[in-house]
């Protein structure tokens, strides 16, 4: 059973740039496809970011242009590259296969002045 943890959040003031990592217990090479989600008080968690086995990438509109979803097989990690960050953004952020109900304790990303 592959094991998620997230790390890179802090604060950010808007505008700047954070990189969140997602380390892999197990190999992710046979996962059909990542994703990054987040969730932020009183609102449902949603999907932010998906990269396929294949490193076909897809982001919800509110990131797109702005985050990146990246992997490195060699050291089982998934990255998501977060520039031009708004306020909105502020959430917890976990990675997940898409379809894993699995939840780890995610990395808390907060942008403000």
């Known amino acids: 059973q592959v094991q998620l943890v997230e790390s890179g959040g802090g604060l950010v003031q808007p505008g700047g740039s954070l990189r969140l990592s997602c380390a892999a217990s197990g190999s992710i090479f046979s996962i059909n496809a990542m994703g990054w989600y987040r969730q932020a008080p009183g609102k449902e968690r949603e999907l932010v970011a998906v990269?396929?086995?294949?490193?076909?990438?897809h982001y919800a509109n509110s990131v797109k242009g702005r985050f990146t979803i990246s992997r490195d097989s060699a050291k089982n990690t998934v990255y998501l590259q977060m520039n031009s960050l708004k306020p909105e953004d502020t959430a917890v952020y976990y990675c997940?296969?898409?379809?894993?109900?699995?939840w780890g304790q995610g990395t808390q990303v907060t942008v403000s002045s």
């Open positions: 990269i396929s086995n294949g490193g076909n990438t």
């Open positions: 997940n296969p898409v379809g894993s109900d699995y």
